[in-house]
């Protein structure tokens, strides 16, 4: 502390908290505090400054290293067929990308590291720092123990999460407000739970269907419970989810159906919509604008719904969406994460209406048992292995201004996603 011109060997020292210790550090020219902590992540806090070396009420920021793999030639030359590479980088549990990191240093151009296989790793790109932990709930302990939870109506100021306790209890969050208690129709537990801005199912444990009444913008938690009339030839029903124009279902036969939400209405029949060739699938998930539809099947891969239009409501085929094995899987307006069974969490890229499979996926730090992400991906809430909630808050670490110029000029974007989102998080091999 005190370091100036009179004093450049400074007055003092002050200890800074730092992420399970520290084993390398450095400050950039921007006023980015860098550290890398004894489990090999790479980590930043903001507004380090001669006069606020360890500023009150900040934190450490972690970044991804591992999201997206360019092995050869400059970031300019590779970004645009960074699809055709991740694959390799997936397929390999040893990559240097996933490796814990040594040490990093910074300067006017960028960010070094070098990981523990000795390679050497630079990036010139705006990156996203992430930082996880419990919500601050009235009235309920952070200690509280979740079967589920449902962002999928959270947006930053307005709306509600949906959580689900391992006895039933059904509780509607509201943003800054206290959670709402939600009576559940008598002699039943909910086992699934789906929400959207118009509606609400539930699935009981013995497979009968539930729609929450009363739903508006005015009452989003609804006002009372109405089962829902299925057709004979449907199973009993395992996986539920709703958008705001159309409900999806799986049956424990595999077989996938979908209801149709008209202005206000909902139609009277759900429509077979079969599975993918022989595949028995077991969960179904339906964004909030009902054109991208993705499943999962009892092995653990995933499927895409494609041909989905207002001619055709329930699509025309089924495509796989390579290089994971799933076990849980949220989608935004914008993106499609999923839960690995190994417990890592990764966001499909380049996801769109005319490309509704995605180009190539990128991993996110941290390993939890769930996710739902919020409308507009602000927020992820998660569940850990023991149903513990928690909530990823981001910040952006703005790479220097004119090497995010070039890039932003050079790279292009990836489909559907905002041009100046493209090359964030890109690592380059030296």
């Given at each position: 502390?005190?370091?100036?011109?009179?004093?450049?060997?400074?007055?003092?020292?002050?200890?800074?908290?730092?992420?399970?210790?520290?084993?390398?550090?450095?400050?950039?020219?921007?006023?980015?505090?860098?550290?890398?902590?004894?489990?090999?992540?790479?980590?930043?806090?903001?507004?380090?400054?001669?006069?606020?070396?360890?500023?009150?009420?900040?934190?450490?920021?972690?970044?991804?290293?591992?999201?997206?793999?360019?092995?050869?030639?400059?970031?300019?030359?590779?970004?645009?067929?960074?699809?055709?590479?991740?694959?390799?980088?997936?397929?390999?549990?040893?990559?240097?990308?996933?490796?814990?990191?040594?040490?990093?240093?910074?300067?006017?151009?960028?960010?070094?590291?070098?990981?523990?296989?000795?390679?050497?790793?630079?990036?010139?790109?705006?990156?996203?720092?992430?930082?996880?932990?419990?919500?601050?709930?009235?009235?309920?302990?952070?200690?509280?123990?979740?079967?589920?939870?449902?962002?999928?109506?959270?947006?930053?100021?307005?709306?509600?999460?949906?959580?689900?306790?391992?006895?039933?209890?059904?509780?509607?969050?509201?943003?800054?407000?206290?959670?709402?208690?939600?009576?559940?129709?008598?002699?039943?537990?909910?086992?699934?739970?789906?929400?959207?801005?118009?509606?609400?199912?539930?699935?009981?444990?013995?497979?009968?269907?539930f729609m929450r009444t009363g739903v508006s913008p005015y009452c989003a938690t609804g006002t009372?419970?109405?089962?829902?009339?299925?057709?004979?030839?449907?199973?009993?029903?395992?996986?539920?989810?709703?958008?705001?124009?159309?409900?999806?279902?799986?049956?424990?036969?595999?077989?996938?159906?979908?209801?149709?939400?008209?202005?206000?209405?909902?139609?009277?029949?759900?429509?077979?919509?079969?599975?993918?060739?022989?595949i028995k699938l077991v969960q179904v998930v339906v964004g909030p604008g009902g054109w991208h539809?993705?499943?999962?099947?009892?092995?653990?891969?995933?499927?895409?719904?494609?041909?989905?239009?207002?001619?055709?409501?329930?699509?025309?085929?089924?495509?796989?969406?390579?290089?994971?094995?799933?076990?849980?899987?949220?989608?935004?307006?914008?993106?499609?994460?999923?839960?690995?069974?190994?417990?890592?969490?990764?966001?499909?890229?380049?996801?769109?209406?005319?490309?509704?499979?995605?180009?190539?996926?990128?991993?996110?730090?941290?390993?939890?048992?769930?996710?739902?992400?919020?409308?507009?991906?602000?927020?992820?809430?998660?569940?850990?292995?023991?149903?513990?909630?928690?909530?990823?808050?981001?910040?952006?670490?703005?790479?220097?201004?004119?090497?995010?110029?070039?890039?932003?000029?050079?790279?292009?974007?990836?489909?559907?996603?905002?041009?100046?989102?493209?090359?964030?998080?890109?690592?380059?091999?030296?």
């Amino acid at each position: 502390m005190g370091i100036c011109d009179s004093c450049p060997l400074g007055a003092s020292w002050q200890e800074v908290d730092n992420p399970s210790g520290v084993s390398s550090i450095c400050i950039s020219p921007s006023g980015h505090g860098w550290c890398i902590n004894n489990l090999g992540a790479a980590c930043f806090m903001p507004d380090v400054s001669p006069d606020t070396p360890s500023p009150d009420g900040k934190q450490w920021w972690q970044v991804s290293l591992g999201q997206q793999l360019m092995k050869e030639g400059s970031i300019l030359s590779t970004i645009k067929d960074a699809s055709a590479r991740v694959t390799s980088l997936w397929s390999s549990k040893h990559s240097d990308l996933e490796r814990p990191v040594k040490v990093i240093t910074c300067s006017q151009l960028g960010v070094s590291v070098i990981t523990s296989s000795s390679a050497l790793l630079f990036s010139t790109c705006d990156m996203v720092g992430m930082t996880y932990h419990p919500p601050a709930i009235a009235a309920l302990a952070s200690t509280a123990i979740w079967l589920l939870t449902d962002a999928s109506t959270a947006y930053h100021d307005s709306g509600l999460v949906w959580l689900l306790s391992p006895t039933g209890e059904l509780f509607g969050l509201p943003r800054g407000g206290r959670p709402a208690p939600i009576q559940l129709p008598e002699g039943q537990l909910m086992q699934r739970l789906s929400a959207s801005n118009r509606c609400v199912f539930g699935l009981s444990g013995d497979g009968t269907l539930f729609m929450r009444t009363g739903v508006s913008p005015y009452c989003a938690t609804g006002t009372g419970w109405d089962a829902v009339s299925l057709p004979s030839s449907m199973a009993t029903p395992v996986s539920i989810s709703c958008g705001n124009t159309s409900a999806w279902l799986v049956d424990n036969k595999g077989q996938t159906w979908m209801r149709a939400c008209q202005g206000e209405e909902w139609a009277e029949e759900w429509q077979s919509v079969g599975h993918p060739g022989h595949i028995k699938l077991v969960q179904v998930v339906v964004g909030p604008g009902g054109w991208h539809v993705w499943a999962c099947d009892a092995s653990g891969d995933l499927h895409v719904r494609t041909g989905i239009a207002i001619e055709t409501p329930t699509g025309t085929g089924w495509q796989t969406a390579p290089d994971i094995v799933a076990s849980d899987v949220s989608i935004s307006d914008t993106s499609v994460w999923v839960r690995c069974t190994n417990g890592d969490i990764v966001r499909r890229a380049g996801v769109s209406p005319i490309n509704p499979v995605g180009n190539y996926w990128r991993r996110i730090p941290g390993s939890f048992a769930a996710v739902s992400a919020t409308p507009d991906d602000d927020e992820l809430w998660l569940l850990d292995d023991n149903g513990r909630l928690f909530i990823r808050d981001t910040i952006v670490y703005s790479a220097p201004t004119m090497m995010t110029a070039t890039m932003s000029d050079t790279a292009g974007s990836d489909s559907g996603a905002p041009e100046n989102k493209t090359a964030l998080d890109t690592w380059e091999f030296v």
